[in-house]
């Protein structure tokens, strides 16, 4: 079962607009989310997290929006930039206080310059 | 302060042989986790070790796969008797304590593994 779902495989936006990354979860339990950023042929590296007692964290160009009763959350980034071209993972700590990440299926992002 | 390690990068074997994937955490981290990304999906968790034990498995499956976290040396995730169906890349993070609320994981390159 998917707990964590990235309903769009792609996005494609113009340099300097904003992009908007889609999550939700199933699992009413999670308590704190994290976006992963990756390259190709890296690995992936942390870019912003949410704990659930808030409803927003920013950083920069990245902002997290987390709507605790629709179980959804979301990653804007502005303005997008094409080195922000990358794929995009919403993560959530599973339960059981072992560090296990559960990551959705990602959503590759284009900029376009 | 090196990142995490993985070697080799890309590994290539025939079906039945054994495939041997190494993981150096970052200098100080005595938390391992690996995940494992099958074409076209998320990183799906496998394993997670701290020195010398295993303290959740619930993500390896049940037959052919095993990892290890010895004293000295890198983490290893071992396969037997590989098939196609293990063809991904393996990621192996790392973190200074347990990963939780505040403490993020620390990914390496991954390896690719390709099951001729």
């Known amino acids: 079962d998917q707990q964590v779902k990235q309903n769009s495989p792609s996005l494609s936006v113009q340099e300097g607009r904003i992009s908007i990354l889609n999550c939700d979860y199933t699992n009413s339990m999670f308590d704190y989310f994290l976006w992963y950023k990756k390259y190709p042929a890296e690995g992936p590296t942390f870019l912003i997290s949410i704990s659930s007692i808030k409803d927003k964290n920013e950083d920069g160009r990245f902002t997290v929006f987390l709507n605790k009763s629709a179980k959804h959350l979301s990653l804007h980034i502005v303005p997008s930039q094409p080195g922000d071209s990358a794929v995009y993972f919403c993560a959530a700590y599973g339960s059981g206080n072992t560090g296990k990440l559960i990551f959705g299926q990602g959503t590759t992002l284009q900029v376009k310059p | 302060n090196a990142g995490v390690m993985q070697n080799p990068r890309h590994l290539v074997r025939r079906r039945g042989q054994e495939a041997r994937l190494r993981c150096s955490p970052m200098?100080?981290?005595?938390?391992v986790y690996w995940y494992r990304q099958l074409p076209e999906e998320g990183l799906k968790f496998m394993v997670y070790l701290q020195k010398e034990n295993i303290i959740d498995e619930s993500g390896m499956p049940k037959e052919r796969f095993s990892a290890e976290f010895p004293k000295e040396g890198p983490s290893i995730l071992r396969i037997q008797q590989v098939v196609r169906g293990d063809s991904a890349a393996y990621f192996c993070?790392?973190?200074?304590?347990?990963?939780?609320?505040?403490?993020?994981?620390?990914f390496g390159p991954g390896t690719r593994l390709t099951v001729l």
């Open positions: 993070a790392s973190s200074p304590r347990l990963a939780g609320k505040h403490n993020e994981q620390f």
């Open positions: 200098k100080g981290h005595s938390h």
